[in-house]
């Protein structure tokens, strides 16, 4: 528990507890405050509240549950995530109106509000500013994750800092994940949440494990102000930062995966396009499963790049392989020229990279997903079982 905490750099208070598949975690930061929200129409109720309450532009707390999304559940089950905010603030001393509230597990269940209420309780006299807190809040969070996510950004004169949940139902728009993230720099509502907004597009959002988008994406981050003064453009290359180390960890722990796939796209002429293309890539089945097979089945990253729905010429396009240490060269200005005994060399690590260069502009973009197992339909056939 040596490792450099949000909670002991950032002086976040955090605690949580976990009974069996069912979680409590409850952070305290006090500060401006900004949120995104998935875009499924199917929003889960702490969604709907949040996308409420956030307009005031400040957070005092957060809690979350784990075990049950509290999503398709109506009127009750937006009232339970309104009773959520008021354990939370009776039991922290804040206001429930400027607490946020998160659930993640099982759709179409309503929540155990006894249970939520005694786990609360439980908790809130324990929230510290140590990195076994963070550990324990991280803890709390997961459902199919195997793995805890953290990421921390030192910057001179500030920091920002998150955890995160998420492993399966991950697509484009967030995907079943929760991410709090933290900061001690001084910002304005109105920057913050322009730079969250363009962070999660930049990282969140170019994440794919199975192609699914859940109803309970939600991504809060709080400016605590205590570092002083910060530059935005600064400011939001920080943030930028910190999530795409956090979106590569959630992409990296996809059900049942055993390699980090990353695509970058480069020679676009928009950054759009070259984010469509990425992410059309990236959430491909045959590309996921030649990876898990360590297959240099190359053709199907092209042909994936074809239906993305963006120009280009494919008789101009370059494309590499890599291990994260080398790049194998497999199509040079639409020229065959892999060597496949190179490149299947290059799947048998636990990260695999293609680099696509599309020789019709100068932007560039980067996505992350997994590889596609069996294990994966196992975790899911049993999923409420």
């Known amino acids: 528990m040596s490792f450099k905490s949000i909670c002991a750099v950032l002086g976040v208070k955090a605690w949580g507890m976990k009974e069996g598949k069912f979680g409590l975690a409850l952070i305290e930061a006090h500060g401006t405050a900004a949120g995104v929200f998935t875009e499924n129409l199917v929003k889960a109720a702490p969604i709907e509240l949040m996308r409420k309450q956030i307009k005031a532009g400040k957070l005092e707390a957060v809690i979350v549950n784990s075990g049950c999304a509290n999503a398709y559940t109506g009127k009750r089950g937006y009232a339970d995530a309104v009773a959520m905010t008021e354990y939370a603030g009776s039991a922290l001393g804040v206001q429930p109106a400027h607490t946020g509230v998160a659930s993640t597990g099982v759709i179409g269940r309503y929540l155990d509000l006894p249970l939520i209420k005694r786990q609360c309780e439980t908790v ?42 998420g492993s399966g139902m991950i697509a484009p728009n967030m995907g079943t994940m929760l991410a709090f993230i933290y900061t001690d720099a001084e910002i304005g509502a109105k920057p913050l949440s322009d730079a969250l907004k363009l962070a999660t597009r930049r990282s969140f959002n170019r994440v794919v494990v199975d192609g699914d988008t859940s109803t309970n994406d939600i991504a809060l981050c709080t400016a605590t102000g205590d570092a002083g003064n910060v530059k935005a453009a600064e400011f939001s290359a920080a943030l930028e930062e910190c999530c795409r180390a956090l979106a590569e960890q959630i992409a990296k722990d996809g059900e049942g995966a055993t390699k980090l796939l990353q695509i970058t796209v480069t020679g676009a002429k928009k950054e759009d396009d070259a984010e469509k293309v990425a992410r059309t890539v990236i959430e491909s089945p045959l590309v996921k499963t030649a990876v898990y097979g360590e297959d240099p089945n190359w053709g ?57 260069d599309l020789a019709a502009g100068k932007e560039q973009a980067t996505a992350w997903g997994c590889d596609l197992t069996e294990r994966y339909v196992e975790i899911n056939g049993r999923y409420t079982t």
Request: glycine share 8%; charged share 25%; hydrophobic share 45%.
């Open 300 to 356: 199907r990253v092209v042909a994936a790049a074809g239906r993305a729905g963006v120009k280009f010429d494919p008789n101009a396009v370059s494309l590499w392989i890599s291990d994260g240490s080398k790049k194998y060269p497999l199509v040079k200005s639409g020229e065959i020229i892999a060597d496949l005994h190179a490149a299947k060399k290059a799947m048998h690590g636990r990260k695999v990279t293609f680099i696509l």
């Open 124 to 165: 809130a006299p324990k929230i510290d500013r140590t990195p076994e807190a963070e550990i324990l809040a991280a803890q709390a969070i997961m459902t199919t994750d195997t793995i805890q996510k953290h990421a921390l950004v030192e910057k001179e004169g500030f920091c920002i800092g998150g955890i995160t949940k």
